[in-house]
């Protein structure tokens, strides 16, 4: 589905409220754009109205003077027969009175109280008779109630327009956060559907990045973009509107700019979309700099590899600035210079046409209308500069939205809330083999049963394949041949949190999550009671630890537990798994980086909470493995050796060779 149709279906989501706010929008639209027909009839009904003839009548006249009664020919309610009628007409700064009604279809000039007329060629002469300022307001004055009928009906309609413009604007930018809000939760709920291999490939601050910065700029387009377009677009069809009731002619001739802006388009999305591409790329890579960098900041500073890190930060930032500069040289060579263009040629269109009239070669208008075309082409190139303007934000919207949906369209699982009995433990492999990538297989032939309550060790080198045997027990991964059971069913056959429901495993780097010893050992599960918690951490011997806190269990826990010693970060990590009661547990290599004392305790607690649970343990101190009911030795992806301690110390292969050696006794190796 293209990118703008999935963006449509987010928005139809809150389609209510958009509806709402673009309906309020027309409303303010209409009310501000009647402006300019109020002007052009102030101007020319009453303003210039006064230049209308005036008919003489016996009483209650509009204007009296010379002894006389007068009203204007238009407000006149009887039949117009033999009275006389006069006429006023302005030239320069003076105004003339004639005695007899003139049609002044051609040039006109004043001379000695004369006013002669030409019509092309054809000159009519009328005396005139200069008016007093005092005499001119006379004739204004019947118009000052109208005109103030028209301001007051104005003001009214601009208040309107700011009642509807402010909550026009209000809903539109409730819905755009209303609508990244839902992106931002469907984001974040498709990263945990997204199985553990894609993190393998993709650097977590790109992934951040998208999750924040993109759906930042998409939520641009929605409050600002959007806004824009749709407010630009009622108010150029206003305009046209408009502009077709005052002239058709003149109206079609300004339509010429809608292809001009649709080309423009076009053109700037083919150049600005491959920039912001880009742009959006880096800043992904910008962000994941930083966070590797901040993440091994204390190996960068224990090397001394600040500087060649700083370079590769700048060399990425580089080309970042860089293709923000040709963006930018895109926007200022071509959007305001665009819009000031087509704004100064219509304006030229615009005297031609109007002052041509004169001349033959266009139409004569009165004043209002030409006021109010002015005012139209002014208003109606304020949307266009609009629109053109929020390109380049629109642009950089439809690539972060382009980015987000990628992700977003990721294979995934759906979290499977699915209630599960809890499982007895008994896990069988059966000639199981598994591949991280295609054909390279790093477990072969896998095969071992362990009985519910036992305790089965792996150990063997680097590599032998010990945590991916895990990894696939724990459905991070899925195996390509064979078949894994637990308690006789298929793990295929059941969803992966189905799988994980009753397990739990303890890593050798614990990972602590930014709250309270009580938050991380609960996992924020509502259903874990506060003596749950104190019950766990006592049974893997850390109560004392905790005691030793000023706020026990309610001590705050800093990013990754980094106020904690490694020993009692293992030991919070402990309890965690403990607290949900697991059928299965797996400990991967969790003893590596704690002291010889704190392993102690932990093995004196496991010999506790083991009981009745099935416990996978992988170990390099082989020390810690002695009392294992099965100890399983791998080399290169395969089972090489299986038994007891004794068994194993017995037939003094592999197995023999490594304690041996980790005991500090000499061996011979062939």
């Known amino acids: 589905m293209k990118v703008s149709k999935r963006l449509f279906r987010y928005a139809l989501q809150f389609k209510k409220t958009m509806i709402a706010a673009l309906l309020f929008l027309a409303i303010a639209a209409a009310a501000e754009l009647t402006g300019p027909f109020i002007a052009k009839t102030m101007i020319d009904n009453h303003i210039l109205g006064i230049e209308r003839p005036w008919v003489e009548v016996e009483e209650n006249g509009e204007v009296y003077y ?49 006013l002669i007329i ?56 409730e819905s755009a956060n209303r609508i990244i809000k839902k992106m931002r939760e469907d984001v974040f709920a498709k990263v945990h559907q997204l199985p553990v291999q894609y993190f393998d490939h993709i650097p977590a601050g790109k992934i951040v990045s998208r999750i924040t910065n993109d ?58 979309g491959k920039f912001n591409r880009v742009i ?183 590599g032998s394949g010990k945590s991916s045997i895990m990894n696939i027990l724990f459905r991070f991964y899925d195996h390509q041949q064979g078949r894994i059971t637990i308690d006789n069913i298929d793990i295929h056959s059941i969803s992966k949190q189905a799988v994980r429901k009753h397990m739990a495993i303890v890593l050798q780097d614990p990972f602590l999550f930014t709250g309270t010893i009580a938050t991380n050992v609960s996992m924020n599960d509502p259903t874990v009671s506060r003596e749950e918690i104190v019950a766990a951490l006592e049974k893997v011997g850390a109560i004392e630890m905790i005691q030793s806190l000023p706020n026990g269990i309610d001590e705050e826990v800093k990013e990754k537990g980094s106020t904690l010693s490694a020993g009692q970060r293992q030991l919070i990590s402990f309890a965690r798994a403990l607290v949900f009661n697991p059928a299965i547990l797996i400990l991967d290599e969790a003893t590596a980086n704690i002291d010889t004392e704190t392993e102690e ?36 992806g395969e089972i090489v050796e299986r038994g007891d301690h004794e068994s194993l110390m017995g037939q003094q292969g592999l197995y023999y060779a490594m304690y041996q050696l980790q005991a500090g006794n000499k061996i011979d190796t062939a």
Do not use: C
């Open 601 to 636: 305790v932990i093995q004196q607690a496991l010999n506790i909470v083991k009981a009745g649970r099935t416990t996978f343990v992988i170990a390099h101190r082989l020390s810690t493995i002695r009392k294992a009911d099965q100890i399983l030795v791998l080399n290169r």
């Open 66 to 114: 010379a002894g006389s009664h007068f009203v204007r020919t238009d407000r006149y309610d009887g039949v117009l027969t033999d009275q006389k009628e006069v006429q006023i007409f302005q030239f320069g700064l003076t105004y003339y009175l004639l005695h007899e009604r003139v049609i002044m279809d051609g040039s006109r000039h004043v001379e000695h109280e004369t």
């Open 215 to 272: 759906t930042e700029a998409i939520r641009e387009l929605y409050v600002r973009v959007l806004a824009t377009f749709f407010t630009s677009i009622i108010y150029m069809t206003g305009i046209f509107i408009a502009l077709y009731l005052l002239d058709p002619s003149l109206a079609t001739m300004t339509l010429f700019i809608v292809p001009v802006i649709i080309i423009w388009m076009i053109f700037y999305r083919k150049f600005a």
């Open 118 to 173: 030409d019509r092309q060629g054809d000159i009519s002469e009328y005396a005139v008779q200069a008016l007093t300022a005092s005499e001119v307001f006379q004739f204004f004055q019947p118009e000052i109630p109208y005109v103030m009928l028209l301001m007051g009906g104005y003001f009214i309609l601009i208040l309107i327009a700011a009642f509807f413009h402010y909550h026009q604007r209000f809903l539109l930018q």
């Open 280 to 462: 959006r790329e880096r800043l992904s890579d910008i962000n994941g700099k930083i966070n590797e960098s901040i993440q091994g900041m204390s190996l960068i500073q224990a090397f001394g590899r600040e500087k060649e890190v700083t370079n590769e930060f700048e060399a990425v930032n580089k080309e970042h600035f860089q293709y923000n500069r040709k963006l930018l040289s895109l926007n200022a060579a071509t959007s305001f210079n665009l819009v000031n263009f087509f704004r100064n040629l219509t304006f030229v269109l615009l005297i031609w046409y109007f002052g041509g009239g004169a001349l033959g070669v266009g139409t004569v208008f009165t004043m209002g209308v030409l006021y109010a075309f002015v005012d139209y082409i002014n208003r109606l190139f304020e949307p266009v500069n609009g629109i053109v303007n929020q390109l380049a934000q629109l642009e950089e919207a439809r690539i972060a939205a382009e980015r987000v949906f990628t992700l977003m369209d990721e294979p995934g699982v759906e979290v499977n809330h699915t209630h599960v009995e809890r499982f007895h433990g008994n896990v069988r492999f059966d000639r199981v083999s598994f591949a991280y990538e295609k054909d390279e297989y790093v477990l072969n032939n896998i095969s071992f049963f362990a009985k519910k309550g036992e305790t089965v060790a792996f150990v063997g080198h680097t």
